[in-house]
């Protein structure tokens, strides 16, 4: 069985940000199962027994090479849309993550194509389907990002 097609799938995803209003975004490669060439915020399957805090620190840290800290839980997005001619559904649990911007790399090369950094109000395109889905839900609480003056340290990983 395939999740998304066969049961309702689910994913955490990621709006990862400096703390100055910047948010880091992927442009997803030819190599990644659809939606080329369109830049998102970052997710990942929630692995089954797995709580969704632990799987969205993992994912930034496969995707960013950083670890980073969760400033904020959002309200889930269900995703419907098509893939290959079949509808798919996903339930999105978005995250605000707080990561250090000298730090972010490419951690998955063949998914991604570039990554960059942008203001909520000067975003790429286009878009993900799915981000444009949580930006509909959850903008408000995207664009109001805790700013630099929030105490939050990052530890070095070994």
Known sequence: MTPGIDYTGITVSFF?????????????SERCRD????????????EYGENPRTAVLREVLEEYG??????RELPAVSLIREHGGRST???????LIRVP?????????????????????ALPSPLHSGMQAILARCGADIHTAPNASSNVSFTTLP
């Open 66 to 71: 950083v670890e980073g800290v969760i400033e």
């Open 16 to 28: 990862c940000h400096d703390g100055s209003g910047n948010f880091v975004l992927s442009k997803r």
């Open 35 to 46: 939606e080329h060439h369109r830049w998102e915020c970052g997710g990942g399957k929630l």
């Open 101 to 121: 911007r000298e730090r972010v790399i490419i951690g998955d090369p063949e998914a991604m194509a570039e990554i960059g950094w942008f203001r909520m109000d």
């Open 89 to 95: 559904h996903w339930l999105a649990l978005p995250f």
